[in-house]
């Protein structure tokens, strides 16, 4: 990979999740990992893995400026039904449920970063979701959520083994979380369970010698410096 000095100006910061222990949170029977957290002990912004045990339940509670969960294991229930793995389920501004795992599930969670009463509420698995080509040859996109409006831009990105993708810019920022493989680029080299979160006005060059899945968010509160 040819690697272009601009693109290194700014580095992002990056969060091994394999090397944190699990913490336990004010539920018996839910445990989390905080990627990054703003705020409050409990009130504030945060990126986390969070883990049910088998069983385990949360009483019901409201979500001010939204939830994001993505499923990566197991099965996540709440009123509305149940989530098997690879479900992704937007919750927006204000919305309340209760939740539960019978079977136990991990999940990747964003509280607090959708602001703003009119979005919608979205379910999607995303194995079923239509691909679209991506930045580089052979790449594939499926969207999570986007919504006219606001500047959100939520997608599942599969690489190919030996892809390279052309030098680009992220404005607002862009987060990563490897879910499959590694990807590799200026800054960081990085498997699965790794969060990447690249600043305003980053750029770089991503690779991946031996393909990847990762979650990716651009736009919107993703950013950060």
Same mark, same amino acid.
């Given at each position: 990979?040819?690697?272009?000095?601009?693109?290194?100006?700014?580095?992002?910061?990056?969060?091994?999740?394999?090397?944190?222990?699990?913490?336990?949170?004010?539920?018996?029977?839910?445990w989390?990992?905080?990627l990054?957290?703003?705020g409050?002990?409990?009130?504030?912004?945060?990126?986390?893995?969070?883990?049910?045990?088998?069983?385990?339940?949360?009483?019901?509670?409201? *979500?001010? !400026?939204g %939830?994001? =969960?993505?499923? $990566? @294991?197991?099965?996540f229930? +709440? #009123?509305?039904g /149940?989530?098997?793995? &690879?479900?992704?389920?937007?919750?927006?501004?204000?919305?309340?449920?209760s939740?539960?795992?019978?079977?136990?599930c991990?999940?990747?969670?964003?509280?607090?970063?959708?602001?703003?009463?009119?979005?919608?509420?979205?379910?999607r698995?995303?194995?079923?979701?239509?691909?679209?080509?991506?930045?580089?040859?052979?790449?594939?996109?499926?969207?999570?959520?986007?919504?006219?409006?606001?500047?959100?831009?939520?997608?599942?990105?599969?690489?190919?083994p030996?892809?390279?993708?052309?030098?680009h810019? *992220?404005? !607002?920022? %862009?987060? =990563?979380?490897? $879910? @499959?493989?590694?990807?590799? +680029? #200026?800054?960081? /080299?990085?498997?699965? &369970?790794?969060?990447?979160?690249?600043?305003?006005?980053?750029?770089?060059?991503?690779?991946?010698?031996?393909?990847?899945?990762?979650?990716?968010?651009?736009?919107?509160?993703?950013?950060?410096?």
């Amino acid at each position: 990979m040819n690697v272009n000095p601009a693109a290194s100006a700014l580095a992002p910061l990056v969060v091994d999740s394999n090397a944190m222990p699990f913490a336990p949170s004010p539920q018996p029977g839910v445990w989390r990992k905080r990627l990054r957290h703003e705020g409050e002990a409990e009130r504030g912004r945060v990126t986390s893995i969070v883990r049910f045990d088998p069983g385990a339940r949360f009483a019901h509670h409201e *979500h001010p !400026e939204g %939830e994001e =969960i993505l499923v $990566l @294991e197991g099965a996540f229930a +709440d #009123e509305q039904g /149940s989530y098997p793995a &690879g479900t992704y389920i937007f919750n927006p501004d204000g919305y309340a449920h209760s939740v539960w795992s019978n079977q136990g599930c991990l999940l990747f969670v964003k509280l607090r970063h959708y602001p703003g009463k009119q979005r919608q509420r979205i379910v999607r698995h995303w194995p079923s979701l239509p691909a679209k080509p991506g930045l580089a040859a052979g790449s594939k996109s499926r969207i999570l959520y986007e919504q006219a409006g606001q500047p959100e831009r939520v997608r599942i990105v599969r690489l190919p083994p030996g892809c390279e993708v052309p030098l680009h810019a *992220h404005p !607002e920022g %862009e987060e =990563i979380l490897v $879910l @499959e493989g590694g990807i590799v +680029d #200026e800054h960081v /080299s990085c498997g699965p &369970g790794v969060w990447v979160s690249y600043p305003r006005a980053s750029q770089h060059q991503p690779a991946s010698p031996r393909g990847a899945l990762a979650y990716v968010r651009s736009g919107g509160s993703s950013a950060w410096g």
